[in-house]
């Protein structure tokens, strides 16, 4: 495998590891940061497109066009403010972004969800990660990746107060939770990151594939 990849939102949590995951491995050749504004990251593998929409034609690009995409956005009501800005990031751009890196070229598409999404859900944010995902399969890639992480562990750049108190209360519940409640333990951005790798060199023949944290730990480990 020696591939060209395009990443948005990798400034977030997820999307940091990722992209420092892409650019550490052999096998990848080209890693495209579609981003709002520059990156503090250096490598030769890297190529950063800065765009206010994160939308790039594909003049924009070297020869080396990318067919795997993944996409890290995401928001929550405390950060957006209301649910249609809410919405408008983890539905609206997260399909316009995808619809785009299919006009790439992009053959196999990487969502970062949420578990629990699911477009009837009560839960505003898990009906949203719910629609987007419909809306993402209605794309119709070759193939297409969900993953639904528990809560996430790691250092965010920005503070989350509610965040790590989750996290603290898990942390001290873990040993409780076995069986099915597995896949809410919180799982280390940086694992999510590893197992994508696994996933890209070992894919499924599943077109549309949904992977939790007990997958995403089994790949990475």
Do not use: W
Not at 128 to 154: I, Q, R
Not at 202 to 214: A, C, G, H, N
């Amino acid at each position: 495998m020696n591939r060209s990849i395009i990443i948005a939102g990798s400034s977030g949590l997820v999307g940091r590891e990722m992209l420092s995951t892409l650019l550490g491995s052999q096998n990848i050749s080209t890693v495209y940061a579609l981003s709002r504004r520059e990156l503090n990251t250096q490598h030769q593998k890297l190529k950063q497109i800065i765009d206010s929409n994160l939308s790039v034609p594909a003049i924009r690009l070297d020869s080396d066009l990318p067919d795997v995409g993944i996409i890290a956005l995401g928001s929550t009501i405390k950060k957006s403010g209301t649910k249609d800005k809410l919405r408008a990031i983890d539905v609206d751009l997260v399909v316009s972004t995808a619809a785009n890196m299919k006009d790439l070229g992009v053959k196999h598409l990487i969502v970062v969800s949420c578990l629990g999404a699911d477009s009837k859900a009560r839960s505003h944010y898990l009906r949203c990660k719910g629609e987007m995902e419909n809306d993402v399969e209605l794309l119709d890639f070759e193939k297409t990746t969900f993953l639904h992480p528990g809560p996430l562990a790691g250092d965010r750049q920005e503070k989350r107060t509610d965040e790590k108190l989750l996290q603290g209360a898990l942390k001290v519940l873990k040993p409780m939770m076995i069986g099915r409640m597995k896949k809410y333990r919180p799982i280390q951005a940086s694992n999510i990151a590893n197992s994508i790798l696994v996933h890209l060199t070992f894919p499924s023949s599943r077109k549309v594939e949904r992977l939790d944290s007990l997958d995403m730990m089994k790949l990475a480990s």
